[in-house]
């Protein structure tokens, strides 16, 4: 079996074993990662692997059982990477078999309970984005607004920013009003995560205009600056649930920010007439933009 991995166990503090590891030979799969995947997913491969890629040598993976849902998905990703890689595929399946490990955690009781939580419902997130982009520099408070404003995942916002500078020929479709990600899927087009199109106007256009282009990680340390939370997945929260509330349809919704419905409705029958429904969407895009300004 081919490794190109040399484990070695560290004692921390309180008697807790932790795991580290270092790489004989990083480039081949670093590499290979970034073949396969965009540079943002890639590295957190690396993270998850450094942390836990003694499990496809050791065999043992009840340190998985202990961690969130979440990251048990993430660490799981990672690992399976690292055996396609080392051609050890095989007995990463067995590993998984062993401790009952699945892709889908099927937490109904935890989706729930998010819903329901006082912490994080469309108030309490509109009062985040309010605190931010009071606090916020300008062109970073524009960020956070066409993040809400367009329902895209914080990096993906940061990315369409950047190409709406840029003028990048082939994104925005004037004569339609939409941001045709689906056009470049090398930066939108991901394996599990993907971004087809974002309706927009003039408004909406000034704004990526005004707002600050070095990127996510830019974003995320001038909140940090500000003594804030890093709440960004709001933006997109409150964005569905707005439309939701404003009466789009959720299979329109999905559309909008890059699922395709797994039902024979959505996949087969659901046939929107978008100009129609456009218009719709901006209506409702208004009115959250309106509830932005004025809290």
């Given at each position: 079996?081919k490794?190109?991995?040399v484990?070695?166990y560290v004692?921390?503090?309180?008697?807790?074993?932790?795991?580290?590891?270092?790489f004989?030979?990083t480039?081949?799969?670093?590499?290979?990662?970034?073949?396969?995947r965009?540079?943002?997913?890639?590295?957190?491969?690396?993270?998850?692997?450094?942390?836990?890629?003694?499990?496809?040598d050791?065999g043992?993976?009840s340190?998985?059982l202990?961690?969130?849902?979440?990251?048990?998905?993430h660490t799981?990703?990672?690992?399976?990477?690292?055996?396609?890689?080392?051609?050890?595929?095989?007995?990463w399946?067995?590993?998984?078999?062993?401790?009952?490990?699945?892709w889908?955690?099927?937490?109904?009781l935890?989706?729930?309970?998010?819903?329901i939580?006082e912490?994080?419902n469309?108030t309490?997130?509109?009062?985040?984005?309010?605190?931010?982009t009071?606090?916020?520099?300008?062109?970073?408070a524009?960020?956070?607004?066409?993040?809400?404003?367009?329902?895209?995942?914080?990096s993906e916002?940061?990315?369409?920013?950047?190409?709406?500078?840029?003028?990048?020929?082939g994104y925005?479709?004037?004569?339609?009003?939409?941001l045709?990600?689906?056009k470049k899927p090398?930066?939108?087009?991901?394996?599990?995560k993907?971004?087809?199109?974002?309706?927009v106007?003039?408004?909406?256009?000034d704004?990526a205009?005004?707002?600050?282009?070095?990127?996510?990680?830019?974003?995320?340390?001038?909140?940090r600056?500000?003594?804030?939370?890093m709440?960004?997945?709001?933006c997109?929260?409150?964005?569905?649930?707005h439309l939701?509330?404003?009466?789009?349809?959720?299979?329109?919704?999905?559309?909008?920010?890059?699922?395709?419905?797994?039902?024979v409705f959505a996949?087969?029958?659901?046939?929107p007439?978008?100009e129609?429904?456009?218009a719709?969407?901006m209506?409702a895009v208004n009115?959250?933009?309106?509830i932005?300004?004025?809290?």
């Amino acid at each position: 079996m081919k490794y190109f991995l040399v484990f070695f166990y560290v004692q921390a503090l309180d008697g807790i074993r932790t795991h580290d590891l270092r790489f004989t030979k990083t480039d081949g799969f670093k590499d290979w990662l970034l073949k396969e995947r965009r540079k943002i997913t890639a590295d957190q491969i690396l993270q998850y692997v450094k942390r836990y890629g003694y499990v496809l040598d050791s065999g043992d993976a009840s340190e998985l059982l202990k961690i969130s849902p979440k990251n048990r998905q993430h660490t799981m990703r990672a690992i399976s990477a690292l055996a396609k890689y080392s051609g050890c595929y095989d007995r990463w399946l067995q590993i998984k078999t062993k401790y009952r490990l699945k892709w889908s955690t099927g937490d109904s009781l935890g989706y729930f309970e998010q819903m329901i939580n006082e912490q994080s419902n469309i108030t309490q997130m509109l009062g985040w984005v309010k605190d931010a982009t009071d606090k916020l520099p300008a062109n970073y408070a524009n960020s956070i607004k066409y993040n809400v404003l367009t329902g895209l995942r914080p990096s993906e916002a940061c990315l369409s920013i950047q190409l709406l500078q840029s003028q990048e020929d082939g994104y925005l479709n004037r004569d339609k009003m939409i941001l045709e990600h689906y056009k470049k899927p090398e930066l939108f087009i991901r394996r599990t995560k993907k971004a087809f199109i974002s309706v927009v106007n003039d408004s909406l256009i000034d704004i990526a205009e005004q707002s600050h282009s070095t990127g996510y990680n830019a974003l995320r340390l001038a909140i940090r600056r500000a003594l804030l939370d890093m709440h960004a997945k709001y933006c997109r929260a409150i964005y569905s649930t707005h439309l939701r509330k404003a009466g789009i349809e959720p299979e329109l919704i999905d559309m909008l920010q890059g699922r395709i419905p797994k039902s024979v409705f959505a996949k087969h029958y659901f046939r929107p007439d978008f100009e129609h429904d456009k218009a719709r969407v901006m209506a409702a895009v208004n009115s959250l933009q309106t509830i932005i300004a004025r809290r």
